[in-house]
């Protein structure tokens, strides 16, 4: 792993920020939990690698509300092209 940033998905579209914080917290520092609203994932920011990978090793493939967790280092968001209309 390079960063610190985590991906986690599958969540339960029920789970709040805190409660994935507290998930978290217990490998580490957490800096900052953003759940994507209306989405089944979100990011969790660690406070340096070790912990992340701690936290990655911990619970990728656990249960959390009912969902198998998927927890995956976070990849830069993509460049999106504009796409602009062509007249014909």
């Given at each position: 792993?390079?960063g610190?940033?985590?991906?986690?998905?599958?969540?339960?579209?029920?789970?709040?920020?805190?409660?994935?914080?507290?998930?978290?917290?217990?490998?580490?520092?957490?800096?900052?939990?953003?759940?994507?609203e209306?989405?089944?994932?979100?990011?969790?920011?660690?406070?340096?690698?070790?912990?992340?990978?701690?936290?990655?090793?911990?619970l990728?493939?656990?249960?959390?509300?009912?969902?198998?967790?998927?927890?995956?280092?976070?990849?830069?968001?993509?460049?999106?092209?504009?796409?602009?209309?062509?007249?014909?």
């Amino acid at each position: 792993m390079r960063g610190s940033k985590l991906y986690v998905g599958n969540l339960n579209y029920s789970v709040t920020n805190e409660e994935l914080e507290e998930l978290f917290s217990k490998h580490g520092e957490v800096r900052q939990v953003n759940i994507i609203e209306g989405k089944p994932f979100g990011f969790v920011e660690m406070s340096n690698q070790s912990e992340a990978e701690k936290a990655k090793e911990a619970l990728n493939g656990s249960e959390f509300k009912g969902r198998t967790l998927r927890v995956d280092e976070a990849r830069p968001p993509r460049s999106r092209q504009r796409r602009g209309y062509r007249r014909y």
